[in-house]
C-alpha cells in the first residue's frame, strides 16, 4: 500500500491541539482532503499535545513522556497525518531525539516518524492529488512556516496544490521563508521582540496587496492575522487546507462562525 | 531613573530605537542580498559547506595533534608560542610582551578573540595607549562603545552618527553621504599612528599547522600594517583556529569570504610567518602567538564540539530574525547573534546568560545558512536542556508546562480540561477576537488572539458521528 496511491490506505489524523482547540473548521478541511485523497481516515482519541512547548522549554521528561503516549496513539496506521508542519516536524525530525537511548522508544519513534507527513505534502507527494472543481476568486500570498520548510521540505507541495484552485490568483510574499516571530512559547517569553518581527511579516504581507493570508501551520498564521488585526489590516488568514478542502467562502481566522 | 539592565529592559530599548534598526537594516540587508547573489555564482557551495565541515571536525578530533605540530613548526620558523588556559592568562601574556617591549602605544588589528578575553581593557588598565586600525573598531573606539557584530563591529551605527564621530575626533568637517571621503579621513588620521606603533597585535582567521605560520584576512590592508612596521608582532588566536595547511585554509576561507560579505576573496590575505629573516626589508623583530583555549576545551567535553567548527562568518546574525530587531548590543557579550547565544553561556555560565539561547524562534534559518553546518538550534536547545536541568526556568513556566503535561498524558482529562477552555476562552471574544484575557497577556498586549469556536474540533466530531 505505501507508495501506491491507487490503494485505499489506514490514516489517522493528527488533528493537533491548536486546530482541536481554536479552529476545528481546520481539522475538518483535513478530513475531508484526506478522504478526497482516497484514504480511510480515522482519529486516535488518545492524541492529545505532541510535547513540543516541552521540548523546547528544555524540559526533556516530559517531552518523552508526551512522545511515549503519542506514539501509543498512533501505532497501527499506515500514515499519520497532521495539518501543520511544525507538528509533524515535531515528530519526524525530533521524536527520535527526544527519545534517543531508550532501547524500547527510540526505534518506534523512528518508525512512526517513517510513516508521520505534514498534511499538504503528503497530499501532492504521497497521493498524487490535486484539487479539481475548487473554485475560489480571490488573490493570496503564501507564507512558509519555518519547520515544515527546513525540517520537512514543505514549499513545492503548497503552492502545486493552490495553483490549481480555479481563481485563485497567487502572489509572491518577500521574505516568505522568513520566520514571523511566532516560535511557539517564544511569542508569549519575548513577546515584545515577537511582535517586532512580526510588525516586519505584516508590512511585507500588506504590501503584496493579497486579500487572502495562506500558510501551513495555524500557530504562526494566528500569530499573523491577530498581529494584523491588532493594526487594523483588512488581509483574512486562512490555512491552505481550508482553501483545498472548499472551505475558503466560510470565516477567515477570527471571523469565527460560533460553530 | 533606574536603567532597568535585564535582557527584557535592553532588548526593549533596542525595539524602540529606530535609528538603531535603520542601522541594522542597512548592513544586513546588504549582507544577504550579497551572500545570495555570491552563492548564485558558486554552485559548488554545498560541496565545499560539506569539504569545510569535514576539515574542521578533523582537526577539533585530532586537536592535540595539531597544536603539537603548529608548535613545533611555529618555533622552527622563529615565533615565540605561549599557551593560555584562560582569558585572564591570555591577557596577561600580551600586557607582559608589552612592557618587555617597552611600549607605550600599540596598533591592533581586529580580532575577537582579542574582544572576547577583554584585551581592550587590560591595555587600558596597564596604560598602554591602544589605537584600532580596522575603520569599524576605529568607529566604535571613538565612540567608546563596543562591537554589535563580529564582522562589521559598527553595524549599530549610521553613516550620519560616523560622520559626527569623525568632525570631532579628525578636526575635519564630514559629509555622511559621502562615504569615500569619511574612509579617506579614517585613513590620514590613522596612517600616522601606525608607523610609531611600538607593538602590533592581531588575531587569526586560520593558524597553519604544517608551517606554523598565521593568516589574517581583512579588506582594508590594516591588519598588514598593524602586523609588519612595529618592532614586536603579537599574535592571539583560539586554539580552534588550526587547520592542517594552506589548502585547508583556502578552502575554508572561499566559504568563509562569501558568508560573511558575499565577495569571492579578501582584498588582503596574509601569511605572517615567523619574525624578520636575515636580508628581509621589513617585518618584526619579534612574534609571539599566544594561543587562547578560554573554556574551548571544556566546550569539547560538554556537547558543543560542533560549535568549534565556527569561521566567525556572521552569517547567522545576519540572517536571524532576532538580532535583526535587537541588534548586537543587547546579547550583552563579544559574539552576538545566534553563535553568540550557544557561545556566551559557554563562556560566561549559563545562569547569567539563560536569555540568549530562549530568546531564538528555533526556525532554523541560521543552520541553513552556517558555511560548516553547525546545528545551532539544537545547540541552543542544549542550553535550554541545561538551564531546565539546573532549575533556571522561571516557576510560573515551569509550573505551566507541568500542569500541560499533566492534562496531556490524560487524554480523557484532555477531552474535558480543552472544552471547558475553550468556552471560558470565548467569553472575552468580540466578534471574534480577544483583546485581552488573563494570563494571556504575553499574546494580546501586542496583538489579537482569534477566539475559538464553541467546542472542540473532537466534540463536534463526536456530535457528527452520533448524528446530532
Known sequence: MAGDPTASPRVALFVTCLADTIRPRLGFAALDLLEAAGCRVEVPEAQTCCGQPSFNSGDRAGAAALARRMI?????????V??????AAMVCAHY???????????????????????????????RGWRPSGVALPATATYHDSCSGLRELGVQAQPRALLGAVEGLEMRPLAGNDVCCGFGGTFCVKYPSISNAIVGEKAAAIEATGAGLLLGGDLGCLMNMAGAMHRRGTTVRAFHAAEILAGMGDGPAIGEEDGA | MKVDLSFKGVTGRAIADRRLKTAIDRTTMTAETKRRLALMDYPQFEAARARGTAIKDHVVANLDHYLEEFERNAVASGAVVHWAATAEEACGIVVGLCRQAGARHVTRAKSMLGEEIGLPHALEAADIERVETDLAEHIIQLAKEAPSHIVWPALHKTREEVAELFRVAHGRPQDSEDVPAMVESARRQLRSLFLGADVGISGANFLLADTGGVCTVTNEGNAELTTTPPRMHIVTAGIEKLVPSLPHAYALLRLLVRSATGADITQYTTFHTGPKRAGDRDGPEEFHIVLVDNGRSRMLATGLRDMLRCIRCGACMNHCVVYRQIGGHAYGATYPGPMGAVLTPALEGVEKTRDLPHACTLNGRCQEVCPVGIPLPTLLRGWR???????????????????????????????LATAAAVRAMRLFGRRGWIAGMPGAGGWTDYRDLPAPAGRTFMEQLRDRKTGR
Open chain 1, 72 to 80: 501509543a496513539a498512533f501505532e497501527g496506521y499506515d500514515y499519520v
Open chain 2, 385 to 415: 536542556d541545561t538551564s531546565w536541568k539546573e532549575g533556571l526556568v522561571p516557576g510560573s513556566v515551569r509550573a505551566g508546562l507541568w500542569a500541560w503535561r499533566f492534562v496531556a498524558e490524560r487524554p480523557r482529562l484532555y477531552r
Open chain 1, 82 to 87: 497532521a495539518p501543520s508542519g511544525s507538528c
Open chain 1, 96 to 126: 527520535p531525539e527526544a527519545l534517543e537511548g531508550d532501547a524500547e522508544w527510540a526505534p518506534r519513534a523512528a518508525e512512526l516518524a517513517g510513516r508521520t507527513h505534514e498534511l499538504l505534502s503528503f497530499l501532492a507527494d504521497v
